[in-house]
Nanobody, 123 residues
Framework: QVQLVESGGGLVQPGGSLRLSCSAS????????IGWFRQAVGKEREGVSY?????????FYSDSVKGRFTISRDSAKNTVYLQMNSLKPEDTAVYYC???????????????WGQGTQVTVSS
């Protein structure tokens, strides 16, 4: 059974940074596109970034996080990271990683999801 596990969430002050991790067991992340989504209270799930499968991965970002977030792969660790810098209160949400064949910002493009990790940006 495919399991994606997110970690790295927490409470951070505005302007701070966090790095989220998405790992998997019995499932090679390199073979799939990996997306990061977030869902704030009372809002719909929003795609923020995704990376295409290897080889030759390409990275994509929503306008709301472009220039502040960076997605990357560590193949040796079978992990995908989301480095989040210059965090704002509006980045507060539960963050999910997901895997799918092609990627995209639409959640319907993904087959497997993690359980989510809470990110709270507040002073």
């Amino acid at each position: 059974q495919v399991q994606l596990v997110e970690s790295g969430g927490g409470l951070v002050q505005p302007g701070g940074s966090l790095r989220l991790s998405c790992s998997a067991s019995r499932f090679t992340l390199d073979y799939y596109a990996i997306g990061w989504f977030r869902q704030a209270v009372g809002k719909e799930r929003e795609g923020v970034s995704y990376v295409s499968s290897t080889p030759g991965s390409s990275s994509f970002y929503s306008d709301s996080v472009k220039g502040r977030f960076t997605i990357s792969r560590d193949s040796a660790k079978n992990t995908v990271y989301l480095q989040m810098n210059s965090l704002k209160p509006e980045d507060t949400a539960v963050y999910y990683c997901a895997s799918g064949p092609w990627g995209g910002f639409d959640s319907s493009e993904y087959d497997y999801w993690g359980q989510g990790t809470q990110v709270t940006v507040s002073s």
